[in-house]
């Protein structure tokens, strides 16, 4: 069997982003994690992608597998794209490059080095590009597209953009209360397929072309999807494509959770002695 992986940034404009790219003078280390580095991208980096998302910023999975958008949120919208006929030709970025501590304050959203980065990256990717459609995750990645296309470039590029619900919204908001999470999870679905009527024939160039078949009230089987291995570094192993809940932060306190992720092989894979 052989398997498919992602390349990596080996061609220009990427290959200098990933060599020149904001440290902690930009994003502060009292809230970003910058101790894990910075994480890119995920998808298609070779000019075939059709769609855009962009994201917000990376959790524990993304910080081991160096790949965006990989876990819950990941799956639930490589669910949305499969809807939409694209199971390969996307592209994907955070706002933010290193992950969120706390909450992110007036001050760093308006930070010019991080709008500065983040649109050498939106440039390098829509410009003379094929996007035909940009979809933001979130308030903050709405922020940053307008904010994108305020500038001369942004002015330059004619694509559908929607703004959707980002996808673990509802668990944000709901808090652990079951009932406020099956309210939130189906008004979430409700604005997903009303953005899916915009999309599906705006995307004209999808990998298949399929009626466009909404989402229900509530989650279904079949409404995650699994990452595809084309997406990340070689050699990765498929239970952290196919699994969501495989690394935690651990530790007694907040100083311990900021230095520790615990990786779990998920049950039944590893055979017993
Ligand atoms: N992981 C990401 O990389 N981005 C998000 O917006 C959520 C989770």
């Not at 200098?16 to 994480?39: A, K, M, Q, T």
């Not at 903050?140 to 619900?165: E, H, M, R």
């Amino acid at each position: 069997m052989t398997h498919q992986f992602d390349p990596g940034y080996v061609e220009e404009p990427f290959k200098s982003l990933c060599e020149d790219y904001p440290g902690p003078d930009v994003y502060p280390i009292g809230n970003f994690r910058v101790e894990w580095g910075p994480i890119f991208h995920r998808g298609r980096l070779d000019g075939s992608a059709r769609v855009l998302l962009i994201g917000q910023d990376p959790a524990q999975n993304e910080a081991i597998v160096r790949r965006i958008l990989v876990g819950e949120a990941g799956q639930r919208i490589q669910g949305f794209l499969a809807k939409l006929g694209i199971d390969r030709s996307y592209v994907m970025i955070n706002t933010f490059l290193y992950s969120v501590y706390g909450s992110v304050s007036a001050k760093n959203k308006k930070a010019a080095g991080i709008i500065e980065y983040r649109h050498r990256w939106l440039k390098a990717l829509l410009a003379g590009q094929k996007i035909e459609a940009v979809i933001a995750l979130g308030m903050l990645a709405d922020q940053a597209w307008k904010t994108w296309c305020a500038t001369p470039d942004g002015q330059d590029v004619a694509v559908t953009y929607v703004p959707i619900t980002h996808p673990t919204q509802p668990e944000s908001a709901a808090d652990g209360d079951k009932e406020k999470l099956r309210i939130a999870t189906k008004t979430l679905l409700s604005k997903w397929n009303a953005a899916l009527q915009t999309l599906h024939p705006a995307i004209q160039h999808p990998d298949r072309v399929q009626p466009l078949i909404p989402y229900g009230e509530a989650w279904q089987p079949g409404n995650k999807i699994p990452i595809p291995e084309i997406d990340f570094p070689p050699g990765l192993p498929a239970w952290m494509r196919e699994s969501d809940n495989w690394a935690r932060r651990a530790g007694a306190d907040v100083n311990a959770k900021r230095r520790n992720i615990t990786l779990t092989v998920p049950k039944g894979l590893v055979p017993k002695l």
